[in-house]
């Protein structure tokens, strides 16, 4: 039997990995959950349906208090912290934004190991969450999850190029971006997500993310780390050795495959997801990024390639523009150009060491008001 936590049980992540311990309950078991302050209803029902002795919430927690009698109720900002540092054999953090580098830094500190679906952990502190050592950190992103089981084919020193897949988002096939709405960039193609990893998904900034994820996980440099299309969304990522083979994970576009194979490692959940059927005829293509109109990939690379606190930045400015555009404030084309204004501003100077949260947070408290300050001016 192993113990779990899991951090944002109420999003997207984290009501599928229960839904994996639900079809598992000699595996897995919940010791712990934590969420926002969005939907306190669900949560209550995640602790009674799983018996959870522990949760924690960043909102007021008489309301769980009051439904949850004989259960222990931590609130307030630092609750996840408090909840990612209870002992346990694994801690899923599904926190969506960089509010996810302190639990997954209280939980590295007290010797859990983290399956890690809050890739802002790594953009924002990845020189943090590394000093922890990667040996407890298994990634729960499809692409990185896919590259991590490819790895086992060979060895690092081996290893030529990494190619991560993108779906292409919404907009793969349109070619003017100007008029793309909140609801049309919400209509992803191929994953079910939540709101903003879907937006990121439309703009490619999420690939960008995940370049820069995959460098701190692997300790691949950013010139080995490549992104092509990929629409049908069946090979999450590759690994191409020196030798001249590529390793290729494939599943169907489902979640539940590396939240099973992160919270199970080194065993595999049998049945987590459904199989490919290969009794039937597939086509899979793969074309390389426009560059042009997605250059969010190629920005992000730069961004980490600076090193220090450049990523930061991209991912805290990201994070104001996408907020602005989910209140349909400004055009979807001004995302990205967002980001870049504002890394263009700031990158010059960028602090080369990050040493602590409280460095993350004055990197990000700039990125974020001069990212607003560039939407005002839109």
């Known amino acids: 039997m192993r113990d ?37 209803e669900r949560l209550i029902e995640q602790v009674k349906k799983f018996e959870v002795p522990i949760v924690g919430t960043t909102s007021d927690g008489s309301v769980l208090r009051d439904g949850l009698p004989g259960v222990e109720v931590i609130d307030g900002a630092d609750s996840a912290k408090s909840i990612a540092a209870l002992s346990c054999d694994v801690v899923l953090n599904g926190i969506t934004g960089s509010i996810g580098l ?31 050592g990667r040996d407890r950190i ?26 991560l897949t993108a779906s292409g988002g919404p907009f793969r096939n349109v070619a003017d971006l100007s008029a ?19 937006i990121n998904s439309a703009t490619l900034v999420n690939k960008g993310l995940e370049i820069i994820e995959a460098h701190f996980l692997f300790d691949i440099p950013y010139s080995k780390i490549d992104a ?25 576009p489902n979640m539940k495959g590396p939240i099973s194979y992160a ?29 042009e109109r997605f250059p969010a990939v190629d920005l992000a690379r730069r961004c980490g390639a600076l090193g220090g606190s450049v990523a930061a930045m991209y991912n805290a400015a990201n994070e104001i523009a996408v907020s602005a555009f989910m209140q349909e404030q400004i055009p979807f084309t ?12 700031l990158g010059g100077n960028a602090i080369s060491v990050v040493r602590d949260l409280s460095d993350v947070s004055a990197i990000e408290k700039d990125a974020r008001r001069v990212a607003q300050e560039a939407l005002a001016r839109r």
């Open 4 to 40: 779990i936590v899991i951090l944002g049980s109420t999003g997207s992540i984290g009501v599928q990995a229960l839904e994996v311990i639900a079809a598992n309950p000699t595996q897995f078991r919940v010791v712990g959950l934590s969420a926002g302050s969005n939907n306190l």
């Open 102 to 132: 302190g639990p997954t830094l209280a939980a590295l500190e007290v010797g859990n190991k983290v399956a890690l679906a809050n890739k802002e952990s790594l953009v924002a502190g990845g020189d943090l969450v590394m000093a922890h």
């Open 138 to 163: 298994i990634p729960v992103d499809s692409e990185h999850s896919a590259l991590y089981q490819a790895m086992l084919a060979g060895k690092r020193g081996d290893v030529e190029k990494f190619i």
């Open 180 to 198: 793309v709405t909140l609801a049309d960039a919400l209509n992803h193609p191929t994953w079910s997500m939540g709101p903003v990893v879907t």
């Open 228 to 252: 092509v299309i990929h629409p049908q969304s069946v090979v999450h990522s590759m690994v191409e050795f020196k030798d001249g083979s590529t390793i290729a994970q494939a599943s169907p």
């Open 263 to 291: 919270i199970g490692y080194p065993d595999r959940v049998v049945d987590a997801m459904p199989a490919i059927d290969w009794k039937q005829s597939h086509t899979w293509s793969f074309e390389p990024i426009d560059n």
């Open 334 to 345: 001004a995302i990205v150009d967002t980001i870049e204004e504002t890394v263009t501003k």
